[in-house]
């Protein structure tokens, strides 16, 4: 163990020290306020608990001899409050005033006979005991349980090696305030009881006295844990460990409190045991913390940044207006531990704790520092800020931090640090840290010495990166709309009147392109008879009246025109006259038409609209490639191939592309037809056209196709040259598919042209000089 121990710790301990100027006396001792700087010096004010805390488990199952003022009623508070909390030599001139609106503090009686910064001079709280390690495998593998005992050790001597604890195992000296340790004790069967059944209870009582056989075959019989006969043992320090972490901090014995404690419990249900939890240490130390100092601590806020979905918290407070419980996790659709629906965005909690339960559920792994502060920033910290919790508990599993191969997140120490500087503004600083998930010994320990410096009052190490992803942009969003319901401060407000709405805008939008294309150039619509593509492609296809003559024909595969709305930045609704259309397109087919071409347009549209009342947000189909192929064959069968069109021209226009690609592939004689491909790339993959049995295929794409790549792609990134499948790359110096449209007009208008065979009545003279290789040459030069 030895070994592993210099490979987790680092230097954390000389940061500390240096970091720490009341250590420069090098004695080793730990400094002694009073020695120093007297108490006129509010931040070296003398330690308030000098003496013992009476926490541990002798009176354990008795209340504590808690002073409970009465900060639920602030308006009232007594003005005296102010004047004893406040610095004597204060220069805030607001302090001496009695009509201040200044709030006086809540800290209990001792604090208030103390000058300077009586909460700031408080200790932090430590909670740690070895006995929590006793819970292992029976007969341990080779491959070691991620759940591993070991895990409080790492962080309990992270801590130490700072010198942050003052402990037998700490680096001296110490830091000028060390934490304060709080003894775990045995929670009770009646604590227990508050979240977990008696069937519960006794199940993991039972534990105690079954042989290894039996604890074996116990384990195998359920989800995602494992016994031994001291299981029981540790599990009920864990959950008294979290509820004297809890009482010490919500009843200002300590200024916060970390808590490393196991077996963790943020999985454990009221009758079941899940996800390497047994009880559910934060869940009870809740009730506790309720029951106990009643309005003291009515609300309470649980923020869980473990990287699972703390199912067990979420069902035990669903319906409590008094619990507000905030997950940020992977959820992956559901596939991802727990794998439970009930993680998703839109469970708000039921009853009286509607808008209470407030999942963040991000779509895949890899999440980093910019997304979970874009989630605190934009939902954490204003929702909790309009519940105003009497109490802050972290379910704090460090299983979403860079190092954590289970997690597969990248969440540093310093963004945890962060999140921790975040929720210390709340409920007075009252934050309480209880430990759950996390694997990486090396990434548990690290994280940990960054919120336990955080909470000690170190300010949070700098963050290099900020910027939140797209896809946590967006989860992050539809939180919003979705808790907008719930939440005063959640805005834009989410779309409610179900019903009301009939269309949606890109049928409508639809509609008023086929009018337009046919009372400007007579297109109509193409009947598509097979029933499935039908259903999808109904008034998509419109084609010119002479699509099946000896004409050039032109077949154009695009997206739905791009839409600019500026919402209506309260209600969220996109009001008419604030919304536009870049509806390129049509300057093509004029320009086709008025050449005497044939057209056919072919719109694909992003989302099959099938309940048209509907108001849900819809993403981008995910058959949409598959549907696009699908129709490019049919067409291609039943209207393009058997007509007399004497060149053909197919265009494609963002993803709307990959038909076009696939039926090129797929079809062996369908580039003899063509003369030539027109593609247009914004932020899609750019397509290949080769085949592999077709080996010139990819040759002939490259020497018939002009494929325009937004400037911002990354194709133009990468280090390896582009080959000719991609085809003939040109590098665009527009961005969006519809400016692109709009520059390269001429361009691609001028390689049509000089791809098409002129009318025999034209003169030779009149000749472009460019001919499609598939073509014969002209005779003369
Ligand atoms: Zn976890």
């Known amino acids: 163990m030895a070994v592993d121990e210099d490979t987790v710790m680092g230097e954390a301990g000389f940061q500390a020290r240096a970091a720490n100027p009341h250590a420069a006396n090098g004695t080793g001792q730990q400094t002694t306020y009073g020695h120093l700087n007297g108490a006129s010096d509010p931040y070296l004010a003398p330690p308030l608990l000098s003496q013992p805390m009476q926490l541990d488990g002798t009176d354990g199952n008795q209340p504590q001899d808690i002073t409970v003022t009465a900060d639920k009623q602030r308006p009232s508070s007594p003005k005296s409050a102010l004047k004893t909390t406040a610095p004597a030599d204060s220069a805030d001139p607001v302090s001496d005033d009695q009509d201040s609106l200044v709030d006086g503090y809540s800290e209990t009686e001792e604090a208030k006979d103390v000058p300077g910064l009586p909460l700031a001079s408080l200790p932090s709280g430590l909670c740690y005991d070895v006995q929590m390690r006793y819970h292992c495998e029976v007969r341990p593998t080779s491959d070691v349980h991620p759940e591993d005992p070991r895990r409080i050790y790492y962080i309990f001597k992270e801590l130490c090696r700072a010198g942050l604890v003052d402990d037998a195992e700490a680096t001296r000296p110490l830091v000028a305030r060390p934490l304060k340790r709080i003894n775990a004790r045995n929670a009770t069967e009646e604590e227990i009881s508050l979240v977990h059944t008696a069937a519960h209870y006794a199940f993991v009582e039972s534990t105690r006295h079954m042989s290894d056989e039996e604890l074996i075959a116990l ?9 031994n006969s001291l299981t029981f043992a540790s599990s009920l320090l864990s959950v008294g460990g979290a509820i004297e972490t809890c009482l010490a901090v919500a009843t200002r014995k300590v200024k916060n409190a970390i808590a490393v404690i196991r077996p963790p419990g943020h999985h454990a249900e009221h009758d079941k045991t899940m996800g390497f939890c047994l009880f559910n240490n934060v869940s009870v ?4 913390c309720q029951q106990r100092l009643g309005s003291q601590c009515r609300k309470i806020m649980i923020l869980d940044w473990d990287v699972h979905h703390g199912n067990g918290i979420q069902k035990a407070f669903y319906d409590d207006p008094n619990v507000l419980y905030i997950s940020l996790h992977v959820y992956q659709n559901g596939s991802f531990y727990p794998g439970e629906r009930d993680g998703d965005l839109d469970f708000c909690g039921e009853g009286a704790g509607v808008g ?13 520092d910019g997304d979970y502060i874009y989630a605190f920033q934009q939902v954490v910290m204003p929702i909790a800020q309009e519940f ?3 109490l802050v508990i972290i379910a704090s599993g460090f299983d979403a931090a860079a190092g954590d191969t289970l997690g597969g997140c990248f969440v540093t120490p310093a963004c945890y640090a962060h999140m921790t500087h975040m929720l210390m503004t ?17 990434s548990i320990s690290k994280s940990a010495l960054a919120v336990t410096k955080t909470l000690m009052g170190n300010p949070p190490d700098r963050l290099t990166s900020t910027s939140p992803s797209e896809s946590a942009v967006s989860t992050v969003r539809r939180v919003m709309s979705t808790q907008s319901a719930h939440w005063g401060c959640m805005f834009p407000k989410a779309i409610k009147t179900e019903g009301l709405w009939t269309d949606r805008l890109h049928d409508v939008i639809r509609a008023y392109q086929a009018k337009q294309l046919y009372d400007n150039f007579k297109l109509t619509s193409l009947y598509i008879y097979r029933t499935a593509i039908s259903k999808s492609f109904e008034n998509q296809v419109l084609a010119s009246p002479n699509y099946n003559q000896d004409t050039p024909l032109i077949v154009i595969f695009h997206d739905p025109p791009e839409i600019m709305g500026l919402p209506h930045p309260v209600t969220n609704n996109l009001e008419a006259h604030n919304c536009w259309l870049a509806d390129v397109m049509k300057d093509y087919v004029q320009w086709a038409v008025n050449k005497g071409y044939a057209v056919i347009d072919v719109n694909i549209p992003k989302h099959v609209t099938t309940e048209p009342s509907s108001s849900k947000f819809e993403d981008e189909d995910e058959n949409r490639p598959t549907a696009t192929e699908e129709l490019a064959g049919y067409l291609w069968d039943n209207y393009i191939d058997p007509n007399e069109a004497t060149e053909i021209f197919l265009v494609g226009i963002g993803n709307a592309f990959y038909g076009v690609a696939n039926l090129l592939i797929n079809r062996d004689t369908l580039y003899k037809r063509v003369n030539g491909v027109i593609s247009f790339v914004a932020k899609d993959p750019v397509r290949a056209v080769a085949s592999h049995t077709q080996t010139w295929l990819s040759r002939w794409y490259r020497d ?16 390896r040259k582009a080959t000719k499948r991609y085809g003939k790359l040109l590098q665009s110096p527009k961005e969006g598919l519809s400016e692109m449209l709009m520059h390269h007009k001429s361009e691609v208008f001028e390689w049509i042209e000089g791809r098409i065979e002129p009318d025999s009545e034209e003169t030779e003279e009149e000749k472009p000089v460019r001919r499609s290789p598939t073509k014969a040459a002209p005779k003369a030069a």
């Not at 195998?220 to 016994?227: E, G, N, P």
């Not at 130390?285 to 506790?288: K, T, Y």
């Not at 209470?356 to 980093?368: A, E, L, T």
Request: overall charge neutral; aromatic content about 12%.
């Open 285 to 288: 130390a809740a009730r506790v």
């Open 426 to 442: 709340l409920a007075q600083g009252k934050v309480a840290v209880c430990l759950e998930g996390g694997y990486n010994f090396r």
């Open 704 to 719: 018939n196709s002009l494929v325009f790549v937004s400037h911002a792609h990354g194709l133009w990134k990468s280090e």
């Open 388 to 390: 105003d919790p009497d």
């Open 219 to 227: 384990e195998h019989t359920r989800d995602s844990i494992y016994f």
């Open 356 to 368: 209470k339960n407030v999942n963040i559920p991000w779509p895949s792994q890899g999440m980093g």
